[in-house]
């Protein structure tokens, strides 16, 4: 109990807000929650009507076994238009699962 009273408790520790709750816009985005059944036709086409797609739409797969690992990731043009298919996207059914829609990492 002594550490808890010798420290100065006055001052919040607060992280940068940014770093914990949103990511910097990107082009590419990461669809999670993919039925095993999408592939990438029907990812692309679900997501094209939101901007121009760079031919970077990929399902991941296993290597062993060819099957959906059940996400995948998307390449706009633009980053508005990522944005606003981020926007429109999270959280709709896509082959009957909902997916999740974020930026993807960077590297």
Same mark, same amino acid.
Not at 81 to 93: C, G, I, V
């Given at each position: 109990?002594?550490?808890?009273?010798?420290?100065?408790?006055?001052? %919040?520790?607060?992280? %940068? +807000?940014?770093?914990?709750?949103?990511?910097?816009?990107?082009?590419?985005?990461?669809?999670?929650?993919? +039925?095993?059944?999408?592939?990438?036709?029907?990812?692309?086409?679900?997501?094209? $009507?939101?901007?121009?797609?760079?031919?970077?739409?990929?399902?991941?797969?296993?290597?062993? +076994?060819?099957? +959906?690992?059940?996400?995948?990731?998307? $390449?706009?043009?633009?980053?508005?238009?990522?944005?606003?298919?981020? $926007?429109?996207?999270?959280?709709?059914?896509?082959?009957?699962?909902?997916?999740?829609?974020?930026?993807?990492?960077?590297?």
């Amino acid at each position: 109990m002594q550490y808890l009273r010798s420290r100065n408790l006055s001052k %919040p520790f607060l992280l %940068p +807000s940014r770093k914990l709750f949103t990511r910097p816009a990107s082009t590419r985005l990461f669809v999670g929650g993919l +039925s095993y059944d999408t592939n990438e036709a029907v990812l692309k086409a679900a997501f094209e $009507q939101h901007g121009e797609i760079i031919e970077a739409v990929k399902v991941i797969c296993d290597r062993m +076994s060819g099957k +959906s690992k059940g996400f995948g990731f998307v $390449q706009f043009t633009l980053e508005t238009e990522a944005t606003t298919a981020l $926007q429109k996207m999270d959280d709709q059914l896509l082959d009957g699962r909902n997916i999740r829609v974020d930026y993807a990492n960077k590297g």
